[in-house]
Nanobody, 128 residues
Framework: QLQASGGGLVQAGGSLRLSCAAS????????MGWFHQAPGKEREFIAA????????YYADSMKGRFTISRDNAKSTVYLQMNSLKPEDTAVYFC???????????????????????WGQGTQVTVSS
């Protein structure tokens, strides 16, 4: 089970840190990802981190602004979001890879159907 938190209302240029706490599974065995979904749009890849933490991947539009990290001791993955823009407004979801001990290509993590478990989502609203 994944529980995302940390969303809220922030002005453009501001920052938020999202957290996703995992329970009921061996968190450290799974690569993790963050996606977001705006109203009327498809779920979009933001970032992923492999189960070892050795590799991270980002959507081009988020590179340099967002940072994904994980703390296996706390079974938590984070998404630090800086320089937020109104177009970042969406519901943000964390997800766990559908395969254990998997380190795949960058493209693999951009596909939502490759993730087996999803959190409930947390709303991020960026005002202009």
């Amino acid at each position: 089970q994944l529980q995302a938190s940390g969303g809220g209302l922030v002005q453009a240029g501001g920052s938020l840190r999202l957290s996703c706490a995992a329970s009921g599974r061996t968190f450290s065995s799974y690569s993790m990802g963050w996606f977001h979904q705006a109203p009327g749009k498809e779920r979009e890849f933001i970032a992923a981190i492999t189960w070892t933490g050795a590799n991270t991947y980002y959507a081009d539009s988020m590179k340099g602004r967002f940072t994904i990290s994980r703390d296996n001791a706390k079974s938590t993955v984070y998404l630090q979001m800086n320089s937020l823009k109104p177009e970042d407004t969406a519901v943000y979801f964390c997800a766990a890879d559908g395969r254990v001990y998997s380190s795949r290509s960058a493209y693999y993590y951009t596909v939502p159907s490759n993730f087996g478990s999803w959190g409930q989502g947390t709303q991020v609203t960026v005002s202009s």
